[in-house]
Nanobody, 122 residues
């Protein structure tokens, strides 16, 4: 079992950077693929980025490619999302998820955090 807690969200202006963190607990954390999702008001949950347990593989949705970077530090049981050049359309609640396999991590996971709010003003 894995428990996840996101942090690092806030209110920023267009063009600013933020780094989100997702801290995990559980002895098996390092074996899980990790992913970030987001949900904006009135919209469905959207996949943002994912990373394999060894950091060998990463994947991003088209709208954030070149701006966002996902990484993880298994020694600290933490996954990060570095967000650069933020735009108003990035405004959403961001969630991290742990998945047993990298293959299925683009659509969801077995464990979810509570979310952290990111608001980008124009």
């Amino acid at each position: 079992q894995v428990q996840l807690l996101e942090s690092g969200g806030g209110l920023v202006q267009t063009g600013v950077s933020l780094r989100l963190s997702c801290a995990g607990s559980g002895r098996s954390f390092s074996t899980y693929a990790m992913a970030w999702f987001r949900q904006a008001p009135g919209k469905e949950r959207e996949f943002v980025a994912r990373i394999s347990w060894s950091s060998e593989s990463t994947d991003y949705t088209d709208s954030v490619k070149g701006r966002f970077t996902i990484s993880r530090d298994n020694a600290k049981n933490t996954v990060y999302l570095q967000m650069d050049s933020l735009k108003p359309e990035d405004t959403a609640i961001y969630y991290c998820a742990a998945s047993r396999t990298y293959r299925t991590s683009r659509t969801g996971g077995q464990y979810w955090g509570q979310g952290t709010q990111v608001t980008v003003s124009s």
